[in-house]
């Protein structure tokens, strides 16, 4: 197993900075997730600790051990790839097989190594078909397997679902959480995609433009967002941003509605000398109130019924919202509806840097 550390660790493209300077450390057996938009450095990350790209400051470090100018294949590191990267002439047991072969590892202890992953992965019944043989879902597993018979220090995804269908995806995801489980070993995992973050990692690192905006648990990155940028990645539905006008009592949107506010975010923004902020409310928090109650009054735009729930969205301030709401309200375009929300739930931020009030 193995910890990975970054200090001072910088990249750049030529003129670009990538990543500029920054300071991580991953846990031994620890499943980590960067995510972030396209763009914001994630893959990069993965590279470099991969070996598949050079850092131009900064020291890496894996077991303690500084591998800045060590070898990809010294690095005891297995990577699976977006693409599955499978050889299309050989079986599934062969291309597990492959890497171990070149090894020179003894045939009884690679045969050992292939039926466990197989039987981890649930793919035994395949072990003799051709890669065209198998479904994506089939492929993506079996491109896990080749890499966990190697028995490495670390794992590394680089979006690794991504050329997935939507049921597909759900699937190999569990199956990628529940192998972490059982591996115990250290897990990088990068993706766009915040459900995949959430449902999967043990820590989150939120990147933009290479920085690190928040690190930690997915159930702390969501709550308490550090800033507007992870407030409303983070979050499915986005999270709904108002611009706002704060008193003694709450605050006041665009349209005249008030709402109270957390003692710790009033203070805050209070201390700072201003007035003007933003609030975030996510989708989920909304409360449809009675229409004589204080709050939001809203004309509904578009009705999306998802069984479970549904999704109300209305235009406030020129701009398009959402609600999460029960499907047992029946709401309609056209109506008009009142929205509130619990104190607690409510998210402030400010309004030039858009760090988290509180």
């Known amino acids: 197993m193995a910890s990975i550390r970054m200090q001072g660790l910088a990249k750049s493209f030529g003129s670009t900075l990538v990543i500029p300077p920054l300071d991580l450390e991953i846990r031994d057996r620890e499943f980590i997730v960067f ?30 051990i500084r591998v800045n100018d060590v070898a990809p294949a010294q690095r005891d590191i297995a990577m699976v790839f977006q693409d599955y990267a499978l050889y299309p002439h050989m079986s599934v047991y062969d291309n597990m097989a492959f890497g171990l072969e070149m090894r020179n590892t003894p045939r009884r202890e690679i045969d050992r190594r292939v039926q466990r992953a197989a039987g981890m992965l649930r793919i035994e ?24 018979v190697r028995d490495p220090k670390v794992f590394l ?14 699937e190999v995801r569990t199956e990628i959480k529940a192998l972490s489980q059982q591996l115990r070993t250290t897990m ?23 920085m690190i905006q928040q690190i930690g648990a997915p159930d702390e990155v969501y709550k308490t967002p550090a800033n507007q940028f992870v407030a409303g990645f ?10 706002v006008e704060a008193d003694a009592d709450g605050v006041r949107l665009k349209n005249g509605a008030r709402f109270g506010m957390p003692a710790a975010s009033m203070a805050a923004l209070l201390r700072g000398g201003g007035s ?3 609030l975030g409310v996510r989708p989920e928090h909304w409360q449809v109130l009675n229409p004589d109650e204080p709050g939001l009054k809203i004309t509904v735009s578009v009705v ?33 509806v009142t929205l509130g929300f619990p104190v607690d739930k409510a998210h402030l931020f400010d309004i030039n840097e858009g760090r988290a009030l509180r």
């Open 125 to 148: 019944p395949y072990l003799q078909r051709k890669p065209k043989a198998l479904s994506g879902g089939q492929r993506q597993r079996v491109a896990m397997g080749r890499a966990m």
């Open 276 to 278: 003007a902020a933003v």
């Open 304 to 336: 999306e019924p998802l069984g479970s729930d549904t999704l109300v969205y209305f235009d406030s301030d020129g701009m398009r919202r959402v609600a999460r709401v029960q499907p047992e309200l029946q709401v309609k375009a056209g109506d008009v």
């Open 157 to 170: 995804f680089d979006e690794p679902l991504s050329n997935l269908d939507a049921k597909l995806r759900a």
């Open 188 to 210: 990088v995992f990068v993706t766009h995609d915040q459900i995949e973050a959430m449902t999967m990692a043990d820590r989150i690192v939120v990147l933009k433009s290479g």
């Open 234 to 243: 983070i979050g499915s539905p986005t999270m709904n941003f108002f611009d």
């Open 35 to 64: 995510v972030g938009p396209s763009g914001c450095g994630k893959s990069t990350l993965l590279r470099i600790i991969a070996g598949l790209e050079s850092i131009d400051a900064g020291d890496l470090y894996i077991d303690d």
